[in-house]
């Protein structure tokens, strides 16, 4: 059959540029709908033998005309029939050259045949409408396209390849089967829940909110992946951070003098650590001042240390401890201690600690230094080498819910709580089921999805 004479069943037909707008050498327009290859059908003229016939996944060389019959380019199609697609509804792709005139007159040329402009990220939600995806993998693609590093590169297309989607199956199936089992009792009005199964179905409920716990904790690795960890450089004046700035960094980006006091504002820069995203930030040294401008500083600095993901507490490993006069700030969350000079040689002070060895100056220990940065920055017990598991906020949300629900349901079968009104569990396993299922979609909460698919760029 030629696709192009297939008739329409109806559906709104999207189009959109799928490229970045700019000169190269191809451009990517996508149509996706039911009235997809009626579009192409008015614009579309196949080159080549006579009556050319469009079929399923074959690219087909032709010239694209605008309402009037003037050639716009030429350009290679193809098709795919629905459901066999990105969107599960028929799709052209139009490949055309990279100008960003010519692609706006195709697009122009397409929207005159009856297509409508795609809102951002309306393929993905098509796909995600049509059950080619789960939610987590929609977002993944979004993910996916920016980006910035090997790591989250691949934490993006394991959630794609549907790894987290599956986790989150698997927990609702076992919360549903719970579910199931509790309500079974609430038939009998009579019968409360006897120790022995509401010991059974405790420990289940554990095992769940283990689980749950388990991808909570993985929320930091994903932000780090997605918005990059923020790596405070904190210490005393002239101890070297700017140095250790500019040597991760690789080039000279903040002044380095023996003046105490160089460094009066923070300086941020972003590196890839081994795939990680770093945002290195580099701060005024603290002490007690009375110069106005360097309290500002100080006052920059405090605020930096207390949104940390992690601190490199910087020292001068070769002077006395608190030689540096150094104003200690309660440090929350973790930290590495860092002995910068160790060209210089250790003064004594320092013996017993465990901090990394490093000089700026002479090149030594960044190796080991990146080693700990790297280490201290993935999930507890997770480490960078396995599965990527990494939850973004949305499901951090969905899964703290969950985890709420699991919680009250734990105490209302825990025995010491005097035994569970069956009635009560129920509700609240099937609040964290409801919350699981959020996550990957199954739950149909028409805000959640306007707000996830409108963050997508055009034609994605
Ligand atoms: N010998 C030696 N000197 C170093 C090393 N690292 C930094 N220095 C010197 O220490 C001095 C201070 O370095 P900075 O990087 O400006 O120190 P800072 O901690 O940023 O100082 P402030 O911005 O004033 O807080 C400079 O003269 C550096 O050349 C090192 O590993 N060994
Ligand atoms: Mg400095």
Sequence with gaps: MNILEKSSRGEETIVAIATPLGQGAISL???SGMGAFEVLAKTFFPLGKKGRALSDRTAVLG??????????DEVLVTVFEGPRSYTGEDVAEISCHGGILVTQKVLEALLAAGARAANPGEFSQRAFLNGKMDLTQAEAVMDLISAQTDLALRAASEQLAGVL???LMELRAELLSLVAQVEAYIDFPDEDID????ELMLQRVVKNHQVVQSLLSTADQGRILREGARVVIYGAPNVGKSSLLNWLLGFDRAIVSDVAGTTRDTLEEVINLRGIPLRLVDTAGVHRSQDAIEQQGIERTRLQVKNADLILRVVDG???????GLVEQQEEGRHLLILNKSDLGQHSDWDDDDGIRISCTENQGIAALEDAIFDSLAAEGEGWGGSLVAINSRHKD????????LLAAENGLNPAGGGAMPEITAMELRSALDHVGQIVGQVDAEEVLGEIFSSFCIGK
């Design 165 to 167: 989607g599956e986790r």
């Design 195 to 198: 120790p022995e199964t509401g």
């Design 318 to 324: 070769s002077e006395a401890k608190g030689a540096e």
């Design 398 to 405: 969905c899964l703290k819910r969950a985890s709420a629900d």
């Design 63 to 72: 010239l694209l005309r605008d309402e009037k019959g003037q050639q716009v």
């Design 29 to 31: 327009i996508r149509l």
